[in-house]
């Protein structure tokens, strides 16, 4: 007859070794992620730095973000941009009469077809279709205007930015052009910047200031740029463009945005140019020395 052994003088095992050769030993206090001292840097910058790691690979909360991120920039590229809504919104807002109390804004079309033609043919996304280019021939003809200033909407590369971004950035820069005579705003689909010199120089505008959808990175899907063309005609390049880029609650406020811009439109107007030769210091600190018996401090 066997006799039952105390449950107190069983040997219990040895917890400092694994069950089985091939299982690895954890402790309690081991984190499965294993902390990066960089990581303080992501309070100053978007930049993905200081991930730390989990064994050899990325952290699954970081991989999932990047994952997001990517899947809102392809997002924000083949979405198209409601010209047609953004429009009646903008009629909607006391703060932009001054567009719309002549003329309703007009809706217009480059010569990319769709979406893949405007990816594939960038060229086609600067020049306007032939019925767009029409309805502007149609509008100088009747109306014999010389604007002042041109603004164009254009969808670009992120209508996530121009749907987001277009009105409350207007409603900034409103608040500094008053007295402008103002063309209809035009709002294009599959544009690129450069469209902007064709909707200049059907409207006989002096300036044209384009708000396009910028390239989406992935912390920026919603960025908006701002391009700015003194005497705007078919074939300039870039050359004769100030840009003001990232303008969105993240990165350059509207507020900010609107004051550059103003400044740029001022310089340009004054000096009659842009680009190259026209310089942002709207941040320098400029000692003007307004007396009439000022003397060149170099000589005197």
């Known amino acids: 007859m066997s006799q039952d052994i105390p449950k107190s003088d069983i040997p219990k095992p040895d917890k400092s070794f694994p069950t089985h050769p091939h299982t690895p030993l954890i402790t309690e206090k081991e984190e499965p992620v294993t902390e990066n001292a960089w990581r303080k840097l992501n309070a100053f910058t978007d930049a993905r ?33 409601d010209t047609d809504a953004l429009s009646k919104a903008l009629m909607e807002q006391d703060w932009a009469k001054n567009w719309t109390k002549n003329c309703a804004p007009l809706l217009l079309h480059s010569r990319a077809t769709d979406r893949a033609t405007y990816l594939q043919r960038p060229d086609y996304g600067r020049r306007l279709d032939d019925e767009s280019a029409h309805q502007l021939d149609e509008h100088r003809d009747s109306t014999s205007q010389h604007y002042d200033l041109a603004i164009v909407v254009v969808d670009g590369l992120s209508s996530l930015a121009v749907e987001q971004n277009t009105l409350p950035f207007l409603q900034a820069l409103s608040d500094h052009i008053n007295g402008w005579n103002l063309a209809p705003i035009c709002f294009v689909k599959q544009g690129r910047v450069a469209i902007g010199d064709d909707v200049c120089e059907r409207l006989n505008a002096k300036c044209v200031l384009v708000l396009i959808g910028e390239r989406p990175g992935l912390s920026s899907p919603d960025s908006l740029g701002l391009y700015l063309t003194w005497g705007g005609k078919v074939g300039y390049t870039d050359a004769y463009r100030n840009c003001i880029s990232n303008v969105r609650p993240a990165g350059l406020v509207y507020q900010e945005a609107a004051r550059k811009a103003f400044y740029l439109l001022n310089e340009a107007r004054t000096l009659k140019l842009s680009g190259v030769k026209l310089k942002d210091r709207s941040d320098d600190d400029l000692i003007v020395d307004t007396s009439k018996e000022s003397k060149n401090f170099l000589i005197s």
């Not at 699954?60 to 979405?79: M, N």
């Open 49 to 81: 730095v200081g991930l730390g790691r989990a064994g050899v690979s990325v952290p699954t909360k970081h991989l999932l973000a990047f994952q997001l991120a990517h899947a809102q920039a392809i997002d924000a590229v083949h979405t198209q941009l």
